[in-house]
């Protein structure tokens, strides 16, 4: 575990250097997925008290990073490349047919939520709680496609969509969250322009799938050898 943490040189708190430093390693791959994350080990090797590496673990955990394993503890999260590109492939299939459905039956009370998650999603200063918001957003979209099974689906894919969500945020920054697609989206809805409403869905889709692949593969360009 020392071998592969790089202290950064200062922080304002244990809690914050110890969380800057585990991130650092696991979004680097310098700690592979699965691996365990011991508490006193971690307090240990960067001289610190059990407390800020309990609560960084949390924060971590929250970003998607850290996974916690009943009767094993913390562990680093297992997110692969080929895991996501098989999320977006199922979510680019079932999202797009809701949002098809959909679109003729919502009303104006629909769209007021939809804008109130997204101002929500701009004020949220947790990563945590950014995935539940997007996945409330696209699901008061499709909430009038009258196919329960299908919304069902969807529903289940965005909540495993969150996992990467959240991870790929932590990585590159909540900027990234493409709020401008959304934005774009509501307001074809709104309009009754179905084409160009699954249109930008489709591009939104297509956009993270692809920045994700690109994140995946660059962290494993700098994976060390052995």
């Known amino acids: 575990m020392a071998k592969l943490l790089e202290a950064p040189p200062r922080w304002r708190t244990a809690t914050e250097y110890v969380e800057a430093t585990l991130k650092a390693a696991i979004l680097e791959g310098r700690l592979a997925a699965g691996t365990p994350l011991r508490q006193e080990d971690i307090a240990r090797d960067l001289q610190v008290s059990r407390m800020p590496v309990r609560e960084a673990l949390r924060q971590l955990e929250a970003q998607a990073l850290v996974d916690a394993v009943p009767h094993k503890g913390a562990v680093v999260t297992d997110i692969s490349a080929a895991d996501a590109a098989d999320s977006f492939a199922i979510r680019r299939g079932v999202e797009v047919e809701a949002l098809r ?9 629909d769209f007021a939520v939809a804008e109130g998650l997204m101002a929500e999603m701009a004020a949220e200063p ?8 997007n996945r409330r957003f696209h699901m008061a ?3 009038k496609a009258g196919r329960p099974r299908l919304l069902q689906l969807v529903d289940r894919e965005l909540a495993v969509f969150d996992r990467y969500l959240r991870f790929f945020l932590a990585a590159r920054g909540r900027e990234r969250m493409a709020q401008q697609d959304h934005a774009e989206m509501l307001e074809a809805a709104r309009r009754r322009d179905t084409a160009t409403a699954v249109a930008v869905l489709e591009r939104h889709i297509d956009t993270a799938a692809r920045d994700i692949a690109a994140f995946f593969a660059g962290r494993s360009d700098r994976r060390p050898a052995g």
């Open 126 to 133: 947790e990563a945590g709680q950014l995935g539940l918001l």
């Open 101 to 109: 459905l959909s679109i003729p039956g919502l009303g104006e009370e």
């Open 141 to 143: 979209l499709y909430a």
